[in-house]
């Protein structure tokens, strides 16, 4: 029977729990016979390098009296989810519970493919069965917490959001530092008034929690932000006396206390998003002049030119072929779509549409270029973000479910006040909201 114990390489092992896929895997494929264990070992480093398919193949090896085994199950279920095959992910799960009714991984992961789909109350019950299986348990807590802030229930959401810091979801920055010296929201803490915040998860997140850093800022504390350099222009232009250092590595220099940048709203008791645009531009970046036509900005994908074996398609893009419906409108359409395919180069130059993307160097520049527009129109994507800080009017085009910054069905978001939502009414079907994407634009600008 698959033990998950005891029968593993040691070395392979030891690679793995650090991180170092690679040398895991090739340890792994020197051993000249397989067990059970060592697939499914096999099966786990694929899927931390994101070979989901390859990782479903190394499950396909064992023996069907040890797969199973709710961990094989469980490990499927999550490779079928990132490959967007649902059903068959719930299928695993529900095996999983069907061999170990209490098995709180298999509870907690069909819980975030609810959530991920939408089934918010099926979510909501598997979360509240893991936890009174196991109290306090971080994955279960954070998944609850992402709940709460889809139903606007913000003192709650982040105060279990915070368990994500206990979960595989925390950055390696954020383990690099010591737990006793995180900032509990005291500014007592700080005597020398100085915090170390270091940015999280995406680009499009630092932006859009940027939005809490005057709260410290107007309280005299001296902020040491952490985060990737593409963003440093564009902070120290609002923010001059930020120190900024890049994110690669964990910072040497002196500090009171540290805190992730998104731990900002609960540590500071925020108890509903400041909506207003935060980084003001009152023209005052404006370099480029306006053309007669309206200017209107696109972005469709948020997937880099990548080894799709490796990646699959994210949910949130869309075909620029797709967009037809909306470019047929007499208007001037520039690209800010970064590592644009070659066939999406080619419809680009057969309807007109500027590339400016070379200009984007860093988000700086990209501000340049979003304050001379009448209007984006983009996927969610770390411009949308952006756009949003600045308050540039912009379009975003959803999926069916999204998470909790464009919660609700409503067509606005509660932390955007200028950005309209243009969201799928199924899933993968973009033609609904390019075609109302299409007739609002030309409602905007008069040209129907």
Same mark, same amino acid.
């Given at each position: 029977?698959?033990? /998950?114990?005891?029968?593993?390489?040691?070395?392979?092992?030891?690679?793995?729990?650090?991180?170092?896929?690679?040398?895991?895997?090739?340890?792994?494929?020197?051993?000249?016979?397989?067990? =059970?264990?060592?697939?499914?070992?096999?099966?786990?480093? $694929? @899927?931390?390098? *994101?070979?989901?398919?390859?990782?479903?193949?190394?499950?396909?090896?064992?023996? @069907?009296?040890?797969?199973?085994? =709710?961990?094989?199950?469980?490990?499927?279920?999550?490779?079928?989810?990132?490959?967007?095959?649902?059903?068959?992910?719930?299928?695993?799960?529900?095996?999983?519970?069907?061999?170990?009714?209490?098995?709180?991984?298999?509870?907690?992961?069909?819980?975030?493919?609810?959530?991920?789909?939408?089934?918010?109350?099926?979510?909501?019950?598997?979360?509240?069965?893991?936890?009174?299986?196991?109290?306090?348990?971080?994955?279960?807590?954070?998944?609850?917490?992402?709940?709460?802030?889809?139903?606007?229930?913000?003192?709650?959401?982040?105060? /279990?959001?915070?368990?994500?810091?206990?979960?595989?979801?925390?950055?390696?920055? *954020? $383990?690099?530092?010591?737990?006793?010296?995180?900032?509990?929201?005291?500014?007592?803490?700080?005597?020398? %008034?100085?915090?170390?915040?270091?940015?999280?998860?995406? &680009?499009?997140?630092?932006?859009?929690?940027?939005?809490?850093?005057?709260?410290?800022?107007?309280?005299?504390? %001296?902020?040491?932000?952490?985060?990737?350099?593409? &963003?440093?222009?564009?902070?120290?232009?609002?923010? =001059?006396?930020?120190?900024? @250092?890049?994110?690669?590595?964990?910072?040497?220099?002196?500090?009171?206390?540290?805190?992730?940048?998104?731990?900002?709203?609960?540590?500071?008791?925020?108890?509903?998003?400041?909506?207003?645009?935060?980084?003001?531009?009152?023209?005052?970046?404006?370099?480029? %002049?306006?053309?007669?036509?309206?200017?209107?900005?696109?972005?469709?994908?948020?997937?880099?030119?990548?080894?799709?074996?490796?990646?699959?398609?994210?949910?949130?893009?869309?075909?620029?072929?797709?967009?037809?419906?909306?470019?047929?409108?007499?208007?001037?359409?520039?690209?800010?779509?970064?590592?644009? %395919?070659?066939?999406?180069?080619?419809?680009?130059?057969?309807?007109?549409?500027?590339?400016?993307?070379?200009?984007?160097?860093?988000?700086?520049?990209?501000?340049?270029?979003?304050?001379?527009?009448?209007?984006?129109?983009?996927?969610?994507?770390?411009?949308?973000?952006?756009? *949003?800080?600045?308050?540039?009017?912009?379009?975003?085009?959803?999926?069916?479910?999204?998470?909790? $910054?464009?919660?609700?069905?409503?067509?606005?978001?509660?932390?955007?006040?200028?950005?309209?939502?243009?969201?799928?009414?199924?899933?993968?079907?973009?033609?609904?909201?390019?075609?109302?994407?299409?007739?609002?634009?030309?409602?905007?600008? *008069?040209?129907?």
């Amino acid at each position: 029977m698959l033990k /998950l114990s005891g029968d593993l390489p040691s070395q392979a092992l030891t690679l793995y729990k650090a991180g170092r896929l690679r040398e895991a895997e090739s340890t792994l494929l020197q051993l000249r016979e397989f067990t =059970p264990d060592h697939w499914f070992l096999l099966a786990q480093i $694929r @899927m931390a390098k *994101g070979l989901w398919q390859h990782a479903l193949q190394a499950l396909d090896q064992i023996p @069907m009296r040890d797969r199973a085994h =709710p961990s094989c199950c469980v490990v499927e279920g999550n490779a079928c989810k990132e490959l967007n095959r649902f059903s068959d992910a719930i299928e695993a799960y529900n095996s999983a519970l069907a061999s170990q009714p209490d098995f709180v991984p298999a509870l907690t992961n069909r819980a975030a493919l609810h959530l991920l789909m939408g089934n918010l109350d099926l979510a909501e019950a598997d979360l509240l069965n893991a936890l009174q299986l196991n109290p306090g348990f971080p994955d279960a807590n954070f998944h609850l917490g992402a709940i709460r802030l889809h139903q606007g229930d913000f003192a709650t959401g982040w105060l /279990l959001y915070e368990s994500r810091l206990q979960t595989a979801l925390c950055s390696k920055l *954020g $383990r690099c530092y010591d737990l006793s010296r995180r900032w509990s929201g005291l500014f007592e803490e700080l005597p020398n %008034k100085r915090l170390l915040v270091y940015g999280e998860q995406g &680009l499009g997140d630092v932006v859009q929690f940027s939005r809490f850093l005057p709260l410290l800022i107007n309280k005299g504390i %001296k902020v040491i932000l952490q985060i990737p350099l593409p &963003l440093h222009r564009l902070f120290v232009r609002y923010w =001059p006396n930020l120190i900024l @250092m890049d994110s690669v590595a964990p910072y040497e220099g002196g500090f009171d206390r540290y805190c992730s940048l998104i731990s900002l709203p609960h540590l500071l008791g925020i108890k509903a998003p400041p909506a207003q645009p935060w980084m003001i531009t009152a023209n005052t970046l404006k370099t480029y %002049k306006r053309t007669h036509k309206p200017k209107v900005g696109l972005v469709w994908s948020g997937l880099s030119v990548r080894d799709l074996e490796r990646y699959t398609p994210t949910r949130r893009s869309i075909g620029l072929e797709a967009l037809l419906p909306i470019l047929s409108q007499d208007v001037n359409f520039v690209s800010l779509q970064l590592n644009t %395919k070659p066939e999406d180069r080619a419809l680009m130059a057969q309807v007109g549409i500027e590339d400016i993307s070379e200009q984007l160097t860093d988000f700086y520049e990209t501000a340049l270029v979003l304050d001379t527009l009448d209007l984006l129109i983009s996927i969610d994507t770390s411009v949308i973000h952006l756009a *949003g800080a600045l308050g540039v009017p912009a379009w975003v085009r959803l999926p069916t479910v999204s998470d909790y $910054r464009w919660s609700g069905r409503a067509q606005g978001s509660a932390w955007y006040p200028n950005i309209r939502i243009f969201r799928q009414a199924s899933p993968g079907d973009w033609s609904i909201p390019v075609a109302e994407v299409a007739q609002a634009l030309g409602q905007k600008f *008069g040209l129907i």
